[in-house]
């Protein structure tokens, strides 16, 4: 399977923990995006990097978190004390650079923090 | 800004009768809309997509959406719903924003096929 792949699929922990997200994207796919997806409601941008950079930030990406893609190919997640809010499925997307706009999602790791 | 609206939560429909989904936007800019379905464990997957070109788009699994500038519309439909539509569609609009489209996607409308 050569789509986006996301690792864990779920994640338990408890309030105050910290926890890591890692998004293998498209392998040709320069763009990478994060999303968070709360009960009932659409994805919401999180951040994106082009290759290795981080060109932008959402204001929902509050300072616990923390997301990076060192050598412009797999990215991670981290989010730091971890809080009930943060329960949520994080999606992760890629694309190329070529201006088609089209955006492939991964199945997303789904946190519940207890 | 940009936003979209998608004014059923809940649509339900017979196998074999038309789907409807509908779907409003705000945009300061000219838009590229999108419809993405999502089914249950499964990652969003793109129906289809209009960018600035026929305003009646054609995607995946029979489905269409015809872009309509003066009710800021995108309303998704197929003729003939089947089992296996039954999902959650998302409209989605996309904004260029710095040198890549941000997405900002509708809260979602549930779709049922009953038998």
């Known amino acids: 399977d050569t789509g986006v792949s996301q690792d864990p699929r779920h994640k338990i922990t408890k309030r105050g923990q910290n926890v890591t997200f890692r998004c293998d994207p498209i392998?040709?796919?320069?763009?990478l995006y994060w999303y968070r997806q709360t009960l009932g409601q659409g994805p919401e941008f999180l951040t994106y990097?082009?290759?290795?950079?981080?060109?932008?930030k959402s204001r929902l990406l509050s300072d616990r978190f923390s997301a990076e893609r060192p050598k412009g190919s797999f990215s991670t997640l981290e989010i730091q004390r971890t809080e009930q809010g943060d329960s949520a499925m994080y999606l992760c997307?890629?694309?190329?650079?070529?201006?088609?706009?089209?955006?492939?999602f991964g199945p997303g790791t789904r946190l519940t923090v207890t | 800004a940009q936003s979209v609206t998608q004014l059923d939560s809940h649509v339900s429909v017979s196998e074999g009768t038309p789907v409807l989904l509908r779907c409003n936007y705000s945009?300061?800019?000219?838009?590229?809309l999108f419809w993405y379905v999502q089914h249950p464990n499964k990652g969003l997957q793109l129906l289809l997509k209009?960018?600035?070109?026929?305003?009646l788009v054609k995607g995946i699994n029979g489905f269409e959406a015809e872009f309509k500038k003066s009710e800021t519309s995108f309303h998704l439909t197929k003729p003939s719903a089947h089992m296996s539509d039954a999902a959650e569609y998302f409209c989605?609009?996309?904004?260029?924003?710095?040198?890549?489209?941000?997405?900002?996607f509708g809260s979602g409308t549930q779709l049922t096929v009953l038998p």
């Open positions: 945009s300061s800019y000219s838009p590229s």
């Open positions: 209009y960018t600035s070109a026929a305003t």
């Open positions: 392998s040709e796919h320069n763009r």
């Open positions: 989605v609009v996309s904004l260029l924003s710095g040198s890549a489209r941000q997405l900002t």
């Open positions: 997307a890629s694309s190329l650079a070529d201006g088609t706009y089209e955006q492939y």
């Open positions: 990097f082009q290759n290795e950079a981080q060109l932008e």
